[in-house]
């Protein structure tokens, strides 16, 4: 089974990456209207998106337009196997996986956001994530699985290219909320 799941995320970054650089950018700003559309934005929200790597589907429409309305947002940073969430500044250092990270003195855990826009490597209609095989989302979000939380609102961002049938579900995936790509909404 991981063999198969480590070959269809191959697969998957192989689909995404084939995406000519003006295709990227053209579909990365539907996401905002979209984004728009399921999310109640308001001023005082503590927003998570994160910084496109490896051909993943750029926000950065959506940071512009939150910082643009008032809305803090935050960039994960990885803290041992989990994730914590620095407020988007200037600087950056780069960690172990060569991504950068804000360089921030205000730093969230999951709970106290309203709203993570997260990657992702493939989906199904029935919103569950196939990640990049680390599992840094699902350890950071397993409260979700076991209480009753409604917060943080939990929201994947993909390519259409990144859709398939089925996944196999694992007990300690952390199903979304909504995903969104540049053509449909999944909630």
């Not at 109640?40 to 337009?65: C, M, R, S, T, W």
């Not at 205000?106 to 309203?114: G, H, M, P, R």
């Not at 939380?149 to 290219?161: E, M, R, S, V, Y």
Request: hydrophobic share 40%; proline share 4%.
């Amino acid at each position: 089974m991981r063999l198969f799941m480590n070959t269809l995320r191959q697969s998957l970054r192989k689909q995404r990456n084939a995406l000519s650089i003006s295709e990227q950018a053209k579909f990365a700003e539907y996401l905002l209207p979209q984004a728009q559309q399921i999310s109640n934005f308001q001023n005082g929200q503590k927003v998570a998106l994160y910084l496109a790597n490896d051909g993943e589907i750029n926000p950065e429409h959506i940071k512009d337009f939150l910082k643009n309305e008032g809305i803090r947002v935050y960039l994960p940073i990885l803290n041992d196997k989990e994730l914590k969430f620095a407020k988007l500044g200037e600087k950056f250092i780069k960690n172990k996986f060569g991504i950068n990270e804000p360089i921030a003195t205000e730093i969230l855990t999951a709970k106290q956001l309203d709203i993570i826009f997260m990657p992702l490597v493939g989906f199904d209609e029935q919103k569950n994530r196939l990640g990049m095989g680390g599992g840094f989302y699902d350890r950071t979000l397993a409260f979700k699985k076991h209480q009753k939380h409604t917060h943080p609102k939990l929201i994947g961002l993909a390519f259409d290219c990144q859709k398939i049938d089925k996944l196999t579900v694992k007990k300690w995936d952390v199903p979304l909320d909504a995903i969104i790509t540049p053509t449909t909404i999944y909630k």
